[in-house]
């Protein structure tokens, strides 16, 4: 296992590469060669949005974001009494008896806009740890509690640096700092020393023959130097997956303001989560061609990143990213968010979270749809919907 944490500043005295990583979760069974289970299994989820309320969940209106999210948390309890479909993915019509990994795409907490009298981020993380550190019961093949791996999300980086909307408090870095001390084991970040220009959150982890690499926000020019350097530690042969809180085709308002003196602003609308300065334009509605160009370049170089899981656009979507110039073909899972998804916010039935099963021998990765919430009524079966199957080599 690795991990790695690097400071903003002395990410810019670092060789400008990259490279990204990633899979895995579950099984208890082992491979013929040794200690290396035959699979992995794992949960997806992203964009909890604790503060939100949904308009409408399993009979009740104006549902606050914690009511949702434990609902979710007491479905994934379930997984292991069931049977993957007899589809063609990996271990299909198989019992899934044990869940590995816990994956979460971030923003725990909402940003705390004083318009829609969203809570601290204080409060948001209690609910979070409650529902996710406390009630999941789901444990991998050692009979351990499911390891949650889990990046920030625009929402949470909002809450700490700031945003151009009023806020109340205006900052609170209570999740980023507990996002922190969780994946680095420590208990020394809280909301009041926690800093984000030095307090990166991008780590990797060795799972299942796949290195996942879990990044802040995006592979921006920052993070790819962080992503090269932790790169350089494995074969070029070993597979990549990235989780990330953006898509491939990151949003423009995301970039640092490249206007003025580069300040988060009503006028500009930049939100400054990312180090790297915007290079289209001024807008903060404009294209953002150029550092996806370079974040293109990176994959090119680094063939063996096979694999990009997001949350943000709060969808649940199996699709490959081509880059701005369609010269690149990039295996692609986004997730759908409980309290604001794009089909789910507006028809509970759809809501979801992504179950992966990954062949440790054969380095094929099953990406599948959970129906959480099918009939709108509390217990329901969980439904499988969409498969997706990636191979890593």
């Known amino acids: 296992m690795t ?13 400008l590469v990259a490279a990204m990583a990633g899979v895995g979760c579950k099984k208890d069974e082992k491979s013929v060669e040794g200690n290396m289970p035959a699979s992995v299994q794992f949960v997806f989820t992203s964009d909890a949005h604790y503060g939100l309320t949904r308009a409408a969940f399993q009979g009740k209106t104006k549902v606050d974001a914690h009511v949702v999210n434990a609902a979710m ?7 292991p009494g069931m049977t993957l479909p007899a589809d063609s993915g990996v271990n299909a019509g198989l019992k899934i008896n044990t869940v590995d990994y816990i994956l979460e795409g971030g923003d725990i907490a909402n940003r705390m806009e004083t318009s829609a009298s969203v809570q601290t981020a204080a409060a948001s993380w209690d609910q979070f740890k409650t529902d996710y550190l406390q009630s999941l019961t789901v444990k991998n093949g050692n009979g351990q509690n499911a390891e949650l791996l889990m990046v920030p999300g625009n929402h ?13 408090p205006l900052t609170d ?11 680095f084991n420590t208990t020394t970040k809280t909301a009041a020393n926690y800093n984000y220009n030095n307090d990166r959150i991008n780590y990797s982890r060795e799972i299942g023959g796949v290195h996942f690499c879990f990044i802040q926000m995006w592979p921006d020019s920052s993070v790819r130097i962080w992503m090269e350097k932790d790169l350089q530690a494995i074969a070029s042969t070993t597979p990549v997956i990235i989780v990330a809180h953006d898509q491939p085709a990151v949003v423009t308002n995301h970039f640092t303001n490249p206007n003025g003196d580069h300040s988060i602003n009503a006028t500009d609308k930049f939100d400054n989560v990312l180090d790297e300065h915007l290079k289209d334009g001024s807008s903060s509605t404009g294209s953002d061609a150029i550092e996806q160009r370079a974040f293109v370049a990176f994959l090119k170089k680094h063939t063996n990143i096979k694999a990009y899981l997001h949350g943000h656009v709060h969808e649940s979507k199996y699709y490959t990213y081509a880059g701005p110039d369609s010269d690149i073909s990039l295996p692609t899972v986004g997730a759908d968010s409980p309290m604001k998804g794009v089909v789910s916010a507006t028809d509970e039935t759809k809501l979801t979270f992504h179950f992966g099963a990954l062949d440790t021998q054969k380095q094929v990765l099953t990406m599948r749809e959970c129906y959480w919430n099918p009939t709108a009524t509390a217990g329901a079966a969980i439904q499988w919907g ?8």
């Open 173 to 183: 870095a209570t999740s980023m700092a507990g996002i922190y001390n969780l994946m």
């Open 386 to 393: 969409k498969t997706c199957t990636i191979s890593l080599k």
């Open 3 to 15: 991990k790695s944490l690097i400071s903003r500043k002395a990410l810019l005295a670092l060789p």
């Open 73 to 79: 948390v007491a479905q994934m309890n379930t997984l």
């Open 156 to 168: 949470d980086v909002s809450n700490t640096i700031g945003y151009y909307a009023t806020m109340n």
